[in-house]
């Protein structure tokens, strides 16, 4: 009964026994201690995040108290004071306002997130593990090992029955043209894009910057070219397309358009992310380079930003933080997710088995420069403090993890596989429900990678648990190698937009996952 065990101490003569009973507790004094530990820092956490309040109490008393105690006669002496005072006074003034205006002059215009959409493609390109095995099966470029392989990653992925791939896949042999992935580039791009206009009710002639972002499909004209082409966007519109930035491409992505519109005036911006499967899926029989064959599927996004102060009350979010971190003048951390051919020259992407080592550390250095940004000052204390005693007087002690869940009340994190979130969860010491969005994502859409963060927050949407005031952390992981962090900040209520690609099933989910 809740751990708890019985011993019997006693004697006898044979005509009878007396028995002591003991009862031995073992789980209440451990949960009695983690109960303590929990509130001892709760109300830490409160008394420092209050200390200046709790300061200035005393002093806002005596200040009334004398306040209360003035007459007339003192407040004419004050008069007459700063009347002899008056080059002091103005003196003071000029530089307050002066201070002001440099202040509100050079501070940084904020970045509101008006809306944003993520495509979802139509049911005919859903991919069960059968009719993926089938159609693996029936390429004839991979072996049985292969194919058992596949299988085996595929039950253990964490992916669902209702994931998609392009058009060309399904077809026996495979479509992979050039023709093919242009297709498949513009009904995901032109897909969000029309749903983003749509609910956002923005014509596209107002964009005045763009930013495309796809690692593995670069084509010319380039697919920020083909939105132009397509949209009929304005001449002088500022377009970048972004290439082989990998899945925390999305967040560069942001980063880009934020400072363009801390340069240019009351414009918008869009941000589209994706990726593109047809002409990247590996037919041979290296394992390392068959995983992302099980992983990726069709998906995108897209976001509009503004720097116009009139969009506010209509926006969702505020752009508060990005923090980029590249490792890539590491060796290993640079070859970790690597294109390249193989021996019989097919081309794929290799995932290195040092990658979720890489991964942890490229966090590690990502977060501690969010940190401080971020974090009550509480955790900063800790943080700080254990770092002191580990450098100065012992080496043994294991460094302080920061409580995230005192400075978001929502996590996005790269649904990059089944065993990144694993990880995240771990080391991060989130609850399920943190990463909540993060496995329902990957078990619906699959690995979607640079836009799976905006499928995340659609979720968190459609579950109505964004509140005014909430923040969310956006982590994303990509090749070179890189983790990239997004803090946005919520300006009311959230509530799901139109054609949310959770709209359909969202009653459905969480769903309980068995791997």
């Not at 930035?245 to 999305?250: I, L, N, R, V, Y």
């Not at 992983?295 to 509009?304: H, K, T, W």
């Not at 905006?454 to 190698?481: C, D, H, P, T």
């Amino acid at each position: 009964m809740d751990g708890a065990g019985e011993s019997r101490l006693g004697g006898g003569d044979g005509h009878g026994s007396v028995g002591v009973q003991i009862r031995q507790t073992r789980r209440l004094p451990d949960f009695l201690q983690s109960v303590n530990l929990k509130y001892v820092k709760l109300g830490y956490h409160y008394l420092i995040s209050n200390l200046l309040t709790l300061c200035l109490l005393p002093l806002a008393v005596v200040i009334s108290v004398q306040a209360s105690q003035t007459n007339p006669d003192d407040l004419r002496h004050l008069w007459i004071h700063l009347q002899y005072n008056l080059v002091s006074i103005i003196t003071c003034s000029a530089i307050l306002v002066f201070g002001l205006t440099v202040y509100v002059m050079t501070r940084p215009r904020p970045v509101y997130l008006v809306d944003f959409s993520c495509y979802l493609p139509p049911d005919h390109l859903k991919a069960p593990f059968s009719r993926f095995m089938d159609h693996s099966r029936l390429t004839g470029d991979f072996e049985d090992s292969a194919l058992e392989f596949q299988r085996k990653i595929l039950e253990r992925s964490g992916l669902g029955e209702d994931t998609y791939v392009p058009e060309g896949m399904h077809h026996v042999p495979p479509r992979i043209s050039m023709a093919a992935a242009r297709e498949e580039a513009e009904q995901v791009m032109f897909g969000a894009l029309d749903s983003l206009f749509a609910n956002a009710n923005v014509n596209p002639k107002e964009i005045g910057i763009l930013v495309v972002n796809c690692s593995l499909f670069n084509p010319t004209p380039s697919l920020s070219a083909m939105i132009v082409n397509k949209y009929k966007l304005r001449g002088n519109i500022r377009s970048y397309n972004l290439g082989g930035m990998g899945c925390s491409a999305g967040v560069i992505a942001v980063d880009l358009a934020k400072d363009m519109l801390l340069v240019h005036r009351k414009t918008y911006a869009v941000v589209v992310s994706t990726e593109n499967i047809t002409q990247n899926w590996y037919f041979g029989n290296n394992k390392a380079m068959l995983i992302p064959n099980c992983l990726f599927r069709v998906g995108g996004s897209a976001v509009l930003l503004s720097n116009k102060s009139s969009d506010k009350r209509r926006s969702k979010y505020r752009l508060s933080h990005v923090v980029r971190t590249h490792r890539g003048a590491d060796d290993k951390a640079f070859r970790c997710v690597y294109q390249e051919q193989d021996d019989t020259g097919r081309t794929g992407v290799s995932l290195s088995k040092d990658l979720m080592a890489i991964a942890g550390e490229t966090l590690k250095t990502n977060i501690t420069t969010l940190g401080p940004l971020v974090l009550p000052i509480s955790e900063q204390i800790l943080f700080f403090t254990t770092l002191v005693v580990k450098k100065l007087f012992n080496g043994k002690v294991k460094p302080y993890i920061p409580d995230f869940k005192l400075a978001f009340e929502h996590f996005c994190i790269h649904a990059g596989g089944r065993a990144v979130i694993d990880e995240l969860e771990k080391n991060l010491q989130l609850s399920p429900v943190h990463v909540e969005a993060s496995r329902m994502t990957l078990h619906r859409f699959g690995n979607t990678s640079s836009s799976s963060i905006w499928y995340e927050l659609a979720y968190i949407e459609s579950k109505g648990r964004m509140r005014r005031g909430n923040r969310v952390w956006q982590i994303a992981f990509g090749s070179g190698f890189k983790c990239n962090s997004a803090v946005w900040e919520a300006l009311r209520n959230v509530k799901p937009s139109k054609n949310s690609p959770w709209e359909d099933c969202i009653d459905k989910y969480p769903v309980t996952l068995s791997y």
